[in-house]
């Protein structure tokens, strides 16, 4: 099985912001796979998307770094975007709906929606929902919901896709029996140091079912480098942008950094802007 050569690979971590990816040539990545910030979710620190920026502005902030994806883009391949649906007193954000619409008017097609279910009370059992309601307003017209699932959004770039499919490259039976349904439950990640990351098992589908050894994968969004693990233990280089410099040694922990290319073939390079 292909996955089981080892080839040479590089894997670049940009410290800064992905709205400009400059270190990228023009329709050289063959697939995204990110979770952008949840707007009011959660806390990156100083820089990034925080808590406290309007929605609109975040969008703008978000639509950037979409654009830029479409410029590295090779052309027919794919994007894969994580998000929740974001809670606040005027009303929930439905990021996933906004994300689906930018990249629609970047000429994206919108393939697949897939949820992300997680197993329930991964924050204490009742979660916030099911204590608010339980404890303080057990009545009609207080419903009140834990949130326990997220997007994964699929979509393709326009333009011929090229790909070099070989016997070698087929997708076990075992694999695809797993992935063909549209609810993909999935732990959630146990990494520490970081509010977000996504579990392992999410870019490894996507890097999977999207592309072959020796491609590029992008995660404008790198957190704490989950993409890049990945894609190095799967054979494809990778690069990934994170803004907030304070992650730079859970990612160098994380990817098993070596600045040098080490016996089995793993170049890592880190440009600080
Ligand atoms: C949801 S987290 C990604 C977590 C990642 N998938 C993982 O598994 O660790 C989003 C990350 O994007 C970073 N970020 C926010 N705005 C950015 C930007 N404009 N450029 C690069 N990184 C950014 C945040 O600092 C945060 O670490």
Known sequence: ???????????????????????????????VVTSPPYWN?????EKGLGPN??????????????????????????????????????????????????MGDLNFSFRKEIIWMKPKGTQGLWQRGATKFLRTEPYPCSFSLNIMHEYILIFQNEGQMQIDLRPEHRLSEEFI???????????????????????????????????????????????????MRVASGLNRNSIIYEINPAYIEIIKKNVGWNNTT????????IKIR
């Open 1 to 31: 099985m292909p996955d089981q050569f080892t080839i040479m690979t590089t894997h670049s971590l940009i410290i800064g912001d992905s709205s400009d990816m400059p270190e990228i040539d023009s329709g050289s990545i063959h697939l």
């Open 41 to 45: 979710l959660k806390k990156y620190g």
């Open 53 to 102: 920026l309007a929605y609109s502005k975040y969008l703008y902030e978000i639509q950037k770094v979409l654009k830029e994806i479409k410029r590295v883009m090779a052309s027919g391949r794919f994007v894969a975007i994580n998000v929740g649906t974001a809670i606040s007193n005027d009303g929930m954000k439905p990021i996933n709906a906004d994300i689906v619409k930018i």
């Open 177 to 227: 029996k797993e992935v063909s349904w549209s609810i993909w439950e999935m732990g959630v990640s146990h990494s520490k140091g970081h509010p977000a990351p996504f579990p392992d098992i999410l870019p490894e589908r996507i890097i999977k079912l999207y592309t072959i050894q020796g491609e590029f994968v992008l995660d404008p969004f790198g957190g704490t480098g989950t993409t």
């Open 262 to 269: 080490s016996d089995c073939g793993i170049k890592h390079e």
